[in-house]
């Protein structure tokens, strides 16, 4: 939802559903590096892959999430 205007005043609902955009970006990519973990480990008969792969989803979904926060609070400050 960027907006097409500079200095464009977003209503609250929209500025909302951003803010509750951001709370799902952890759990999801937490919830996917784990699901792609433990495949790979029915896949490979490893029993070590889900912990690599739910770290990295955390880290990548801190990432998102704070590359999110900073562009909102850049838009809106």
């Known amino acids: ?4 205007k ?3 005043k977003q209503t609250w609902t ?3 559903g951003e803010w509750m955009s951001l709370a799902f970006i952890l759990p999801a990519s937490t919830f996917v ?3 792609i973990g433990y495949l790979l ?4 008969g490893t ?3 889900y912990l690599l792969f ?3 989803g955390i880290v990548a979904g ?3 999430l704070l590359r999110g926060i900073d562009r909102l609070n850049k838009r809106n400050g």
């Open 54 to 56: 739910l770290v990295i």
């Open 33 to 35: 590096g784990y699901l």
């Open 41 to 44: 480990d029915k896949a490979f």
């Open 62 to 64: 801190f990432r998102q």
């Open 1 to 4: 939802m960027n907006d097409e």
């Open 6 to 8: 500079a200095g464009r």
């Open 47 to 49: 029993h070590w892959l």
């Open 14 to 16: 929209v500025q909302a």
